[in-house]
């Protein structure tokens, strides 16, 4: 049974930053692409980033360009998102989610291309 359990989402300033981190189980993180997806009150879930299985390939919104990183310790089976320059728009439910396929090439960024979903950690960010 696949499991993804994010952790590291709290209340932080504008300009702070955070890292979120996705614990796997039940499957490789190094044998799937794995995304950040994120969900505001009131709007639709949108994709953050993602990482292919490979990790030589990254996608990322326009919005956090710049200012977020995905990055994977194998070791640990955990996926992170370090997240800079926060500002108030980035404030949401973030959730990690692997690709529904093993070994995809590149990074999908719709969602019902990833099988896999975690219960989301919240991030407020304050003005």
Sequence with gaps: QVQLVESGGG???AGGSLRLSCAAS???VGDYGMAWFRQAPGKEREFVGGL?????TTN???SVKGRFTISRD????TVYLQMNSL???DTAVYYCAADRIRRRIGVPVAGTSYGYWGQG???TVSS
């Design 87 to 89: 500002k108030p728009e």
């Design 52 to 56: 292919s299985w490979t990790g030589s």
């Design 74 to 77: 194998y070791a640990k089976n």
């Design 121 to 123: 950690t919240q991030v």
């Design 60 to 62: 990322y919104a326009d």
């Design 26 to 28: 039940g499957l490789t």
């Design 11 to 13: 209340l932080v300033q």
